[in-house]
């Protein structure tokens, strides 16, 4: 299983970023779908994450301000992440969660989100 994530950058506080990541070289799609952040000197947290059947789950520092989506189809999951703020500063990180024949999770490389105040 291979995860693209794409869609980080420099934004102002304020502003706003999508990220977007797709899995891939699975028949199955993944159980769970989520983003993770790790900022320069913390521990890896969870942001928010998405199940097949949509059920949301975020981390309370977003709520309001970032929203999870899927599109089951393509194996695809956004974060659409406005008024951003310096504290959302963090490499973040695309996970996936498949549950055919025994859990597995897969982690993407990692996109560098910079916010300035």
């Known amino acids: 299983v291979q995860l693209q994530a794409s869609g980080g950058g420099l934004v102002q506080a304020g502003g706003s970023l999508r ?3 797709t899995a891939s070289g699975s028949i199955f799609s993944p159980n769970v779908m989520g983003w993770y952040r790790q900022a320069p000197g913390k521990q890896r947290e969870l942001v928010a994450d998405i199940t097949r059947d949509g059920t949301t789950t975020y981390a ?3 709520k309001g301000r970032l929203t999870i989506s899927r599109d089951n189809a393509k194996n695809t999951v956004l974060l659409q992440m406005n008024s951003l703020k310096p504290d959302d500063t963090a490499v973040y990180y ?5 549950i055919a024949y025994g859990r597995r999770d897969y982690w993407g ?3 560098l989100v ?3 105040s």
């Open 60 to 62: 309370d520092s977003v």
């Open 94 to 98: 695309c996970a996936v969660q498949y």
């Open 109 to 111: 490389q990692g996109t």
């Open 19 to 21: 990220l977007s990541c």
């Open 114 to 116: 910079t916010v300035s």
